[in-house]
């Protein structure tokens, strides 16, 4: 079965390093409103990070304020998430969540290890 959502551009990075983390879509969704950005620790649920509607509204986590800026193309249906200033409890599974008309689809994660 093909994924609708994908994630890629995670890794291992230093403290204080930079990622930035791309969510496409493998099909076209109709009507996207809702572009976001989640992580999952170990042994944690799942948090908002960032998010972007349609009209380009953007919140973020108070964690992340000032160090993550997420972006998006509509003409290509990607959201991207710049992460600098990483820190070690920035450490998780990101996750990229999209919804459309009809659609609320998440992607498999990718792992974000922040490490010296």
């Known amino acids: 079965q093909v994924q609708l959502v994908v994630e890629s551009g995670g890794g291992l990075v230093q403290p204080g390093g930079s990622l930035r983390l791309s969510c496409a879509l493998s099909r076209n969704i109709f009507n996207i409103y809702y572009m976001g950005w989640y992580r999952q620790a170990p042994g944690k649920q799942r948090d908002l990070v960032a998010d972007i509607t349609k009209s380009g509204s953007t919140t973020y986590a108070d964690s992340v304020k000032g160090r993550f800026t997420i972006s998006r193309d509509g003409a290509k249906n990607t959201v991207y998430l710049q992460m600098n200033s990483l820190k070690p409890e920035d450490t998780a599974v990101y996750y990229c969540?999209?919804?459309?008309?009809?659609?609320?689809?998440w992607g498999q994660g990718t792992q974000v290890t922040v490490s010296s």
């Open positions: 969540n999209v919804r459309g008309y009809l659609v609320n689809a």
